[in-house]
């Protein structure tokens, strides 16, 4: 499986995005990896949970609201082209049906992230620039609908 990361690093810095307060999830922030581009620009460096509007490697704009370590969002500057859906998988699951799903995923080039929600484990997906999203929506219905997982578009950075 393909699975994409950042490990934290003396460039990485967070940046907290305020989310809706009446939100499934009931978290009222997320915070991503960023890196340092320059003045108050930064570039995501992994794909959000919950964050609406931006996916990995976009262009965002950050600014220091303390002496704390951490960034307010202020903004997207500039959209990589890539898009980020999110899978909360279905329990139980059938393992060997969602490792087929991925499968096809990560052959269309997609990466996730994992991290549990509700005690739900959930798939922050990137879906690269230079695949093709409809080809990875269709496979994502295809999930919905066999009830291995439920999906939500977080971001679609591809042009249509």
Known sequence: MSIHTPYPSEKLVRVAIPLESNAWH???V????ANHID??????????YFA?????RD???????DEGQILQFAGVRQH????????????????NHLVKLWDQL???GCAYEESLVLELPMWAVDV?????????YSVLQQGEGSRVWEFEEGHCGHIL
């Open 80 to 95: 990589s082209g890539a898009s980020t859906y999110r899978l909360l998988i279905n329990l139980p699951f059938d393992d």
């Open 39 to 48: 003045g108050s620009l930064y570039r995501v460096e992994n794909s959000p």
């Open 26 to 28: 009931g978290s009222s």
């Open 128 to 136: 690269p620039p230079e695949t093709d999203v409809r080809r990875v």
């Open 52 to 56: 609406f509007g931006l996916s990995y």
């Open 59 to 65: 262009v965002i704009e950050a600014e220091k609201i």
């Open 106 to 108: 990560q052959i269309l």
């Open 30 to 33: 997320e915070t991503i990896w």
